[in-house]
């Protein structure tokens, strides 16, 4: 009966990751669809920075929420409490901000990409993730990782050969330009939070996520008064704003919280099943870009993509082997 019950939580424990892991997958795939999506005549007639602000205070209410069932059901705890003190709460403005950049980039990126390229280049982010693991946090990585960096970096420039022009490659240099910088804020950003999330892991992840998205919050306010101010106060906070633009909004709310999870509770076994899974966004995001955006699937671009899949995997059994 012990082992029936320790076989029931298991399960239940292995429901739950798979779950948040697959809706990860699902929505990581549609972001850069709905972001382009959002666009009319080719440009954003909201305002960006709105959108963000919305975005981090969805997902500080819904941890809210989340935390007012655990009070209701468990009471409050040392672990669940808001309260708390400077020391603990000084270390969330740093990722903060620095998701604060990279999601603003995230919308002038599609001036340079598309959503198939958006989708391929976005996976530097393994590579900055890694390295900045190994510089960071000092874990090693195997020399099946660092073949994967090299396979990934190959597939990611295939699948940008342009054969219909006289430039070489489809995206522009400002483009891997903006890439690569998003690369590296979102692989310092997240491996920073990881440090802070789990370094007190018995500390509730939705007290975790409320202090790191209300200063979300505070920075994303900053950035309407700077940016947007005027178009703000003159057109309204809510310009532009359609139904594809709420869907993303959710969408990115979602993601982020989704994210949280993984960081906290996943194990290598989980990861591997995520990025094994993740193979088939840039394929999906492909197929849905040629009926709504007229996309055209190039050879270079399917044999990229391959190999980009390929390194992704091999990056996955490399944990598994360190």
Known sequence: MIALGGSTV??????RKSIVTLA??????????LIVWSKRAGKYEYSVTTANFLVEALKCALSLAALTRIWRNEGVTEDNRLSTSWDEVSVYPIPAALYLIKNLLQYYIFAYVDAPGYQILKNFNIISTGVLYRIILKKKLSEIQWAAFIL?????????LN???DRVLQTPFEGWLMAIFMALLSGFAGVYTEAIIKKRP??????????????GMVFNAMAILVQDFDAVMNKGFFH??????????????LSGLAVSMVMKYADNIVKVYSTSVAMLLTALTAVVSVFLFG????LAFFLG??????SVYLHSIGKLQR
């Open 152 to 160: 990934l970096c190959a597939g990611c420039t295939t699948a940008q």
């Open 24 to 33: 990860l997958t699902v929505l990581t795939s549609s972001q850069a669809i």
């Open 163 to 165: 054969s219909n022009s």
């Open 10 to 15: 298991d399960r239940s424990k292995w429901k």
């Open 305 to 310: 993509s391959t190999v980009v899949s390929i």
């Open 202 to 215: 018995s500390r509730n992840i939705n007290v975790q996520n409320f202090w790191l998205y209300v200063f």
């Open 240 to 253: 532009g704003y359609s139904l594809i633009t709420v869907l993303m909004i959710l969408n990115h709310a």
């Open 295 to 298: 996309f055209h699937l190039s």
